[in-house]
């Protein structure tokens, strides 16, 4: 990358130049896309925050812009479909009880999150809502070959690896853990991950090669 | 770039907001909120330098926050840092609204001297913080003027011509006082 290259990245980062031919480039080249990205992420630290917050009304009002829940677009679809059929407006009208709240609660309980890494590179991010007992995996990367990539937890104070199951590897994933899952899944428990064949260790125990790992913080 | 410990604050915010960021583009709704939470300090400072008023600044950090609701699944976390990737959105989509407003800035831009800024505070910066403060105490070591203009390019979208016109200098002049403090930028902050 000669300097007027990375100049040309830093005048795109920036906006500074007009100049369709090196956004095209950006697409078409990967080293100049690197560079365009390693500008933008110096400037974007020029952003450090005011010092000052926005009011405390404004996430209302964001939240008052987003599109309505697509349970309710299905109500409604429900109760039109539904007509007289006496067993059907029944479950319509469980599901109208069951309707989730428009209104988020003010404060969600904040995941716990532990981020992933190797030293072959590997890296994914998880989050988990111990009221929901829902966990979400990111993976930033990770190759699992010809196999698949088999996530483990050791909980706080054991050195017993527990499958939670194959994940997905190449694209962020939800899963909702069984209460005897969850309650190996605290603050401080470790997660890792390993390479196993197609669908899993069949042992119960892991037999390929550990990626991964990192602990589960509170945030 | 310093490699960072898996644990490291920096690198569980991000880890946190990238997964955030994959529910969003599930359309959960409390994810945004998440994403609200542990971002809007820092993007309302990005909305506050481009619009100077806070009214019009909460203006755009709405349509910031339905831009990131509708684009969350376009973040690729294996290619980049959330941070940069809604820092950068926010600039552009708060200086997009700028401009269809027709409130493209054009008050002339002052530029001070040309003396190398080499105060103390810009050394203070520089140590024992995060990238954040790097970039900005980098840029405290370039001339006031060459400063100005670099952080104008970023908070108001200016380009080459733009910034001649502001600052009455020729184009020619201003593009290689720019290019020259930008290998300047580059060295310190590499």
Not at chain 2, 162 to 183: E, F, N, V, W, Y
Request: neutral net charge; hydrophobic residues 45%.
């Amino acid at each position: 990358m000669t300097d007027d290259d990375d100049l040309l990245a830093a005048e795109l980062a920036l906006g500074l130049a007009d100049d369709p031919a090196a956004a095209a480039r950006r697409v078409q080249d990967p080293a100049f896309a690197e560079r365009v990205a390693w500008w933008e992420e110096r400037f974007a630290g020029l952003a450090a925050p005011l010092g000052e917050e926005p009011s405390p009304q404004l996430w209302n009002r964001i939240a008052a812009r987003l599109p309505q829940n697509d349970n309710s677009g299905g109500l409604l679809r429900w109760k039109v479909i539904s007509g007289g059929l006496a067993a059907v407006s029944a479950i319509a009208l469980f599901m109208l009880v069951q309707r989730p709240q428009i209104e988020l609660p003010p404060q969600p309980g904040a995941p716990a999150v532990a981020s992933l890494s190797g030293e072959k590179g590997s890296a994914l991010a998880i989050s988990y809502d111990n009221s929901t007992r829902r966990m979400t995996i990111a993976p930033v990367q990770l190759d699992p070959g010809k196999g698949d990539a088999e996530l483990w937890v050791i909980p706080v104070g054991s050195s017993r690896a527990v499958s939670l199951g194959v994940i997905d590897a190449r694209k962020p994933s939800s899963h909702q853990l069984n209460p005897a899952q969850a309650r190996l899944v605290a603050a401080g428990a470790t997660f890792a991950i390993s390479l196993e064949q197609r669908g899993g260790s069949p042992t119960g125990q892991h037999l390929g090669p550990i990626v991964a790992s990192g602990k589960l913080v509170e945030t | 770039m310093p490699s960072e410990s898996p644990n490291s604050p920096a690198s569980l915010e991000r880890a946190a907001l990238s997964v955030a960021l994959a529910r969003v583009a599930s359309q959960d709704r409390a994810a945004l909120q998440e994403v609200y939470r542990r971002t809007s300090r820092k993007l309302f400072g990005i909305c506050l330098r481009i619009f100077g008023e806070r009214a019009d600044a909460e203006d755009a950090m709405q349509e910031v926050y339905l831009t990131i609701w509708h684009r969350a699944g376009s973040f690729d976390p294996a290619r980049g840092n959330p941070i940069t990737w809604l820092a950068t959105l926010t600039r552009n989509r708060a200086i997009d609204i700028l401009r269809a407003a027709g409130r493209r800035p054009t008050a002339p831009i002052e530029l001070a001297d040309n003396v190398a800024d080499e105060s103390p505070d810009a050394e203070a910066v520089l140590i024992g913080q995060g990238d954040d403060a790097r970039v900005v105490g980098c840029i405290e070591t370039l001339s006031k003027s060459d400063a100005t203009m670099i952080r104008t390019a970023f908070f108001e979208g200016t380009t080459y011509a733009d910034l001649a016109t502001r600052t009455a200098m020729p184009l020619g002049t201003i593009k290689s006082r720019i290019r020259r403090a930008l290998l300047k930028l580059r060295e310190c902050l590499s």
